[in-house]
């Protein structure tokens, strides 16, 4: 039986596989007045199963969203925001690629710029090696699954 400690643990030894490492080898922020931490009551960042945050938590149905002011703890701050804008996509037949997270659409240059710019690579492998080490958990995998269904969502009405 998984219990809370083993959730926290992996979201520890994800968050690792992550480090310093950011989409660009510059600080993306600078680009965009870091425009994805403009963080009001009414946004929030996806929080993973059984992910832990000191921020505050605003919850609906199975979604959890951890919301903030526009300020954390660098070291403390929630997974999504560690991998955004890209996200480790689940496809169908059970393959993890990263690709740009399209919710992000309207927030980040990354997103609607992404074939133009210069992304590190070795971030987007670590986001790869996050998503396979998570994908190992069925609720993760549940989570990954599911997200990615959305995705897709978005990405039919996008055409
Ligand atoms: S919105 Fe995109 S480009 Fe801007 S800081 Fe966030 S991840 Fe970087
Ligand atoms: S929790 Fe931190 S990194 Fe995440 S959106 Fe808010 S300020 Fe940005």
Redesign the pocket.
């Known amino acids: 039986m998984k219990d809370e400690r083993y959730y926290q643990r992996l979201y520890k030894k994800a968050k690792g596989i992550i480090g310093d490492k950011t989409?660009l080898k510059k600080d993306?922020?600078r680009?965009?007045s870091?425009?994805?931490?403009k963080g009001d009551e009414n946004t929030g960042m996806l929080l993973f199963p059984h992910e832990k945050t000191s921020l505050d938590v605003k919850e609906s149905g199975n979604v959890r969203l951890a919301v903030c002011d526009g300020r954390c703890e660098r070291s403390d701050r929630p997974l999504s925001c560690m991998i955004?804008?890209f996200f480790p996509y689940l496809t169908e037949k059970g393959r993890i690629k990263v690709i740009p997270d399209i919710r992000g659409y309207e927030?980040?240059?990354?997103v609607r710029q992404c074939n133009a710019v210069k992304l590190d690579r070795a971030f987007l492998r670590r986001v790869k090696e996050v998503g396979r080490l998570l994908s190992e958990d069925e609720q993760c995998r549940a989570f990954l699954y599911e997200t990615s269904r959305e995705i897709d969502s978005f990405l039919n009405i996008l055409g």
């Open positions: 989409p993306c922020g680009i965009c870091n425009a994805c931490c955004f804008p927030v980040c240059p990354l």
